[in-house]
């Protein structure tokens, strides 16, 4: 067994090394986690195959290790959240993403699994002042979490004051940065004008985060495919795209890679995976997020 | 007009020491914010008439002074926040309850006013940390924030993990009492059984919040008259009941009144006010909340 999986290793990074094939996970992932997104990044830049999804429908560690395995909903119970974390080490999704009261818990109960804790700050409303977004991402980060998406301050943007939308964002990818945290930055696009995404995106490239996200899933709407083309538009190939909020099937997940995503948000991982094997999905979970 | 102020505080510790009528602001208000939950409570316990809404529509300053006038969308912009404040002033309300980025904003506009300003914290999931909800309190009482309205973890609460939703509860209302600001617990019960929602109000009471309140208006239900009345009744006499979420005229107001609630979180104050005055209500702002 650990014979093919060094084969596999050696066989990525060739095929990485080429700039042909981006690997699910980059080899140093374990290490240090912010160096995923640029790589990803480049590969789509570079007009590769987008993991895989493209040409054969992608093997379904590669869809897996896309998706963020999602349940935020404020009335989640210890045990939805264990499910989620036992479907997260099975799948080998590149992250439970929940609420901060559960970071500690699901931190623990992925210990050695490969699969990270993503949590969120400011989270939905983003409405928060930016040294409280602060404190909660440290705690996030104290209780375990490997990625962190923070909320942009949505009022301040539509008021015009990007000074304070990019201390916001800064408050959170600053700290992340210093404890090698991924750091993702929800814009919210369903509420915002053409120009304000672009100034959102904007902000959170010059913030240094390594991502820019789409939505919370508790806004109006969720991720679109606009959206999604016109944030890497933005951003170029050396921040990450996460598509939220709606993704509900293997072939939304598609078109929103297709588009230019590099993460995807979905309480549909089960689902989206199990298609991707061209397996039954009726027993899948439904999607609430 | 200092004479005339004088006259009237003389009237109204009168009439309150006889237990006749509630001031819609206890004399000692401006000196320490939490004696007037109680206030109210009691009187509405001594079978009084509800701040005069019952017998005869209530007067305008009543109806106003148990309102606290709400803006919490996410995108709401600075002009909007401004206008929110003024019509607080023109309508003394009792507070504007805004998210936390815009405390110090309106304290600095109401200043003098005669209206507070209320916060949320831990809003509207409530599945972030005790201590995280603890600082985002500090902060906004720091802002000038005289009323917190926190949301508790639900989460916890469905698990059965009572110790955690009193510890995160305590965060909050500990901070507010040595700070003598307003606490109200949010226990969002569309989300609850109602065994929960016992339990809820029963361990507000018990971390000595001055009020409990029925929902966060971002949930799947808002105030109903049912869930007012039961935390009535958990709660007793000496805490405060907010109703919030979907109060958009004076008839449904002036229900909740009756079924127990002592203050009401509503976006369409100055509908209700109006209503009360017997003006015509085709300008009022239209309800979002």
Redesign the interface.
């Known amino acids: 067994m650990s014979d093919i999986k060094r084969v596999i290793d050696i066989i990525l990074q060739e095929l990485a090394a080429a700039g042909a094939v981006a690997p699910a996970r980059c080899a140093c992932h374990g290490f240090a986690f912010d160096c995923c997104p640029q790589q990803v990044g480049g590969v789509l830049a570079a007009g590769a195959t987008r993991l895989g999804l493209h040409a054969s429908g992608g093997g379904a560690g590669e869809v897996a290790g896309l998706i963020d395995h999602t349940l935020?909903?404020?009335?989640?119970?210890?045990?939805e959240?264990e499910k989620l974390c036992r479907e997260a080490a099975e799948f080998h999704f590149a992250t439970v993403c929940v609420?901060?009261?559960?970071v500690a818990f699901c931190a623990r109960l992925l210990r050695g699994s490969g699969v990270g804790v993503c949590s969120v700050v400011g989270?939905?409303?983003?409405?928060?002042?930016p040294?409280?977004k602060q404190?909660?991402t440290r705690?996030v980060i104290f209780?375990g979490a490997a990625e962190v998406d923070m909320?942009i301050?949505?009022?301040?943007l539509?008021?015009g004051?990007l000074r304070l939308v990019e201390r916001d964002i800064e408050a959170v990818t600053g700290v992340c940065r210093d404890a090698s945290v991924v750091s993702k930055v929800i814009i919210?696009a369903a509420?915002l004008s053409e120009e304000e995404k672009v100034a959102a995106a904007t902000l959170t490239k010059a913030a240094g985060a390594d991502f820019v996200k789409t939505s919370t899933g508790?806004?109006p709407g969720g991720a679109t495919i606009s959206d999604v083309m016109l944030m890497r538009r933005v951003v170029g190939d050396t921040v990450g795209v996460k598509a939220a909020g709606g993704v509900r099937d293997l072939e939304q997940m598609k078109a929103m890679v297709a588009a230019g995503a590099s993460r995807v948000g979905a309480s549909a991982g089960v689902r989206i995976v199990k298609e991707s094997r061209g397996e039954s999905v009726a027993e899948a979970r439904p999607s609430a997020y």
């Open positions: 935020l909903k404020a009335d989640a119970t210890a045990s959240v609420n901060p009261t559960w989270f939905p409303l983003g409405a928060t002042t040294d409280t404190y909660e705690r209780d909320v301050n949505v009022g301040a539509k008021s004051d919210e509420l508790f806004g």
